[in-house]
């Protein structure tokens, strides 16, 4: 076979063409050629078995000279031919009930359109997390499986916790991209361990190197839409300095739409993966004043969430997303109900969804945008459109009463309603970094009890999809109830192009995908055929749920996701209640069968644990801040001196200093020009919480050059320490801190000295306890983003220094610990 062209191909390939089982992976074996082979315009598929394919062995003539010589070029590696662009598209913190799509009341067209032109996927399941549910859907396994069983905030050192993507499991970029797709990614990442997102690396776990070849976007769980921390494949970006009015939601979509734009004009017949999962819906919610007003008008959420949800639910059957016989889940106890709030509450939880709907209806244009970009380049009709409306379910991480400041709920810090309205006018602008209260939560996930965090119910693992593909899927507007999984894209996806799942990738043998198509589903005749996905398990912070064959075990909740609590969790085995639902006939989870049927119970609790085995799930564990605090690996790791000069900028928290619940020392030794200075000498954080240590701007030349230090609790309370204007020549300045602790969140006194002399005391009642705002960054020199001052000291960024940093030091003290 190999002296012949295809049998030349395939043994230069170094693959036989095997007999497989599946038309996927058959189409792909029937290896396709254009051109004649050794031509420069010579194309080829490859059976994609092992990735990258072996270098094709050189089929010219090298004699001594070029004029008694054949040159050859290897063909370019494409895709199957009618292998489709794939637009990949996932919204952040969305619930099933929160789009038109699907019942909701916030106008959500471009997602209306992927539904009208093909199917509407209403069985379809999250992890209940954000990153867990991101790492299933670039892989096609599960959560655990890949070392995402929580967000690698809380990474442990455990195989399904680790937070690191293993090389056995690669993903669809790597897998489109080296059979022949351009790759890339837009928007939210958080698949990269927290302790590797410094500009140290290793960029292995970074989109680009996952496989995408271009990535505009942020690596963490959050980000500020108007000083976002911003990645270009791995350099930091800052757009918006010096363009207010700047958003990440319209520039990611630019961003995209000229990609696409651009792959058109040069590469007209390279199929493209777009990976498109904009940080909305999660807080903080920052829509465009002109989407505020436009949704504020509308007046969607004056009759409160209790009303609210019945219009979704009625929606819902109206529109057949959920069966007639379906009932609407309970209010749980622990919610208030809208008529028992007082006006205030009213006023400022509508102000808070009416945001949040901005946020969701702007997002939804946007995504519009990038859709119609597809048709207006002709692609449309090659194009599958996967469209989810959110990672796990609405966030109830707001608390009861929301909050102007996302990092007060993750440092435990509840802000009552009356201060609230300090910040009413300014909601969802760059002033804030708000988060809707959890009752709203709820009424986002109906028909569905629970929220995001919860794995064990749908209203945490529930996500509208849409899926269209013009000319492939034509049950327009069809509904889809087969039960599915986020780990189900990836395999629907290697089929519809006609790639199979690698044996290899790098040499390193691939581990089976865990996930089956949906393509089965596609066609009318089988709009009702039986789900071929018919065991999933569900884990998430020790809450777990098992789906078999229409049947769900759960537990019950043994924690308020709303409720930041630090008391002991029970045990993660003995300590919870289990309940166990018929889905076949009770898609909302409504009736609790366990009393009734323990013997069923007991087969699916089994049938947990068997899952749970196979993939990493165990060892169970349902710490959260112990679990935020555990010691991982991180370039800081050990160290207490920490030594700067010059500038330095953009350095995530896993890479800078800790000065959260211990004593420390800062020595900054600066030199000042005959003209004075001002500016930033080192910060992190800003706007939302953090510290700086500052020669002060001044105002109208009066107050500048001062030593300034500047603790920011949160946004809620600054303290300041002033020294005097800095005269020419070098200097010393030294703020040394003494925490009140043992214990988090202590406050402390600090004193700032500058030449040896003490000039200024002050103490703060509290610390920020468990984090600084994870999209703000330590800086030396200047400060990124936002500022940590207010009204007082006030500068705008990115406030460079204007002297000479000689030696920035930091010393950090132990932890204190208590005294026995």
């Known amino acids: 076979m190999c002296h012949t062209l295809y049998g030349h191909i395939a043994c230069a390939l170094g693959v036989a063409l095997l007999s497989l089982a599946s038309s996927s992976a058959a189409r792909a074996a029937e290896i396709e050629t254009t051109g004649t082979i050794g031509s420069p315009e010579a194309t080829t598929t490859i059976t994609g078995e092992q990735l990258p394919p072996p270098s094709l062995n050189f089929g010219g003539v090298i004699g001594e000279k070029a004029s008694d010589s054949r040159p050859w070029w290897a063909p370019r590696i494409v895709p199957p031919k009618g292998a489709p662009n794939v637009l990949l598209i996932m919204t952040d913190d969305q619930g099933f009930g929160a789009p038109s799509t699907f019942g909701g009341v916030i106008p959500t067209p471009a997602m209306d359109r992927i539904a009208n032109d093909g199917l509407r996927f209403t069985n379809f399941h999250s992890t209940s997390l954000c990153s867990p549910s991101r790492a299933a859907l670039i892989t096609g396994r599960n959560h655990h499986s890949v070392g995402f069983g929580v967000v690698g905030e809380i990474a442990t050192g455990y195989p399904g916790y680790d937070s690191i993507i293993p090389i056995e499991k690669g993903t669809i970029g790597t897998i489109l991209k080296e059979n022949g797709y351009a790759t890339s990614w837009f928007g939210k990442n958080h698949n990269t361990p927290s302790y590797q997102s410094s500009q140290a690396g290793p960029f292995n776990q970074w989109p680009t190197g996952m496989g995408f070849d271009y990535f505009y976007g942020f690596v963490g769980g959050d980000a500020s839409q108007w000083q976002p921390n911003l990645f270009r494949n791995t350099t930091p970006i800052y757009p918006f300095e010096g363009n207010p009015g700047w958003n990440l939601e319209t520039a990611m979509a630019d961003e995209a739409i000229q990609y696409i734009k651009q792959l058109k004009e040069l590469a007209p017949d390279k199929p493209w993966l777009v990976y498109y999962v904009p940080g909305a819906t999660h807080a903080p919610h920052h829509p465009t004043p002109e989407w505020i007003k436009k949704i504020s008008d509308m007046h969607l959420f004056d009759d409160g969430w209790n009303k609210v949800r019945d219009k979704i639910f009625a929606n819902q059957k109206r529109l057949g997303i959920i069966p007639e016989n379906a009932k609407l889940t309970p209010w749980p106890e622990g919610l208030p109900q809208w008529d028992s709030l007082g006006f205030e509450e009213k006023k400022l939880f509508t102000r808070q969804a009416d945001i949040y709907g901005a946020y969701l209806a702007y997002a939804d244009h946007e995504i519009g945008r990038v859709i119609q970009a597809v048709e207006d380049v002709g692609e449309l009709n090659n194009t599958l459109i996967i469209y989810i409306g959110g990672d796990n379910g609405a966030s109830a991480e707001g608390m009861l009463n929301g909050t102007p400041n996302e990092f007060t709920t993750f440092n435990g810090v509840a802000v009552p309603v009356k201060d609230?309205?300090?910040?009413?006018?300014?909601?969802?602008?760059?002033?804030?970094?708000?988060?809707?209260?959890?009752?709203?939560?709820?009424?986002?996930?109906?028909?569905?009890?629970?929220?995001?965090?919860?794995?064990?119910?749908?209203?945490?693992?529930?996500?509208?999809?849409?899926?269209?593909?013009?000319?492939?899927?034509?049950?327009?507007?069809?509904?889809?109830?087969?039960?599915?999984?986020?780990?189900?894209?990836?395999?629907?996806?290697?089929?519809?192009?006609?790639?199979?799942?690698?044996?290899g990738i790098n040499g390193i043998e691939q581990q089976p995908i865990e996930g089956v198509s949906m393509m089965y589903a596609w066609d009318k005749a089988k709009a009702d055929a039986p789900t071929r996905h018919t065991t999933q398990y569900f884990e998430m912070l020790g809450n777990r749920a098992v789906y078999h064959d229409g049947w769900v075990a759960a537990t019950t909740p043994a924690t308020l996701p709303w409720e930041l609590s630090t008391k002991t969790p029970p045990d993660v085995i003995t300590g919870y209640n289990w309940e166990l639902y018929n889905v076949d006939e009770d898609p909302t989870q409504f009736n609790d069968l366990a009393s009734k049927m323990p013997d069923k119970l007991r087969e699916m609790q089994d049938l947990f644990y068997a899952e749970a085995k196979k993939y990493n799930v165990l060892p169970l564990d349902n710490s959260t801040l112990a679990r935020w605090n555990t010691p991982r690996p991180s370039l800081t790791a050990g160290r207490t001196e920490f030594v700067y000069t010059g500038g330095l900028s953009g350095v995530p928290a896993s890479a800078a200093p800790s000065t959260l619940n211990k004593s420390y020392t800062i020595t900054a030794d600066v030199e000042i020009p005959e003209d004075g200075a001002e500016g930033m000498i080192v910060t992190h954080g800003g706007r939302f919480g953090g510290y700086g240590l500052f020669l002060s701007k001044g105002d109208f030349g009066v107050g500048r050059g001062k030593v300034v230090f500047l603790y920011n609790l949160l946004d809620l309370k600054r303290t300041t320490w002033e020294g005097p204007e800095l005269e020419p020549g070098k200097h010393t300045i030294v703020f040394d801190f003494k925490s009140d602790g043992p214990g988090i969140g202590k406050g402390g006194t600090g004193i700032l000295s500058v030449d040896g002399k003490e000039v200024a005391k002050n103490s703060i009642e509290h610390g920020i306890p468990v984090t600084f705002p994870e999209d703000e960054t330590f800086d030396v020199g200047l400060d990124t983003r936002t500022g940590v001052a207010l009204l007082e000291y006030r500068y705008e960024p990115p406030f460079k220094f204007t002297g000479k940093i000689d030696k920035l030091t930091f010393l950090l003290k132990p932890e204190a610990t208590a005294t026995p």
Do not use: C, N
């Open 420 to 503: 609230q309205f300090l910040w009413y006018p300014f909601w969802g602008s760059e002033r804030t970094f708000p988060h809707y209260a959890a009752g709203w939560a709820w009424a986002m996930d109906t028909p569905f009890k629970w929220m995001k965090q919860v794995p064990s119910h749908f209203g945490g693992t529930a996500q509208g999809m849409v899926m269209s593909w013009p000319g492939h899927i034509t049950d327009a507007g069809g509904i889809r109830r087969q039960f599915h999984h986020f780990i189900d894209v990836v395999p629907t996806i290697l089929e519809a192009a006609g790639i199979p799942s690698p044996d």
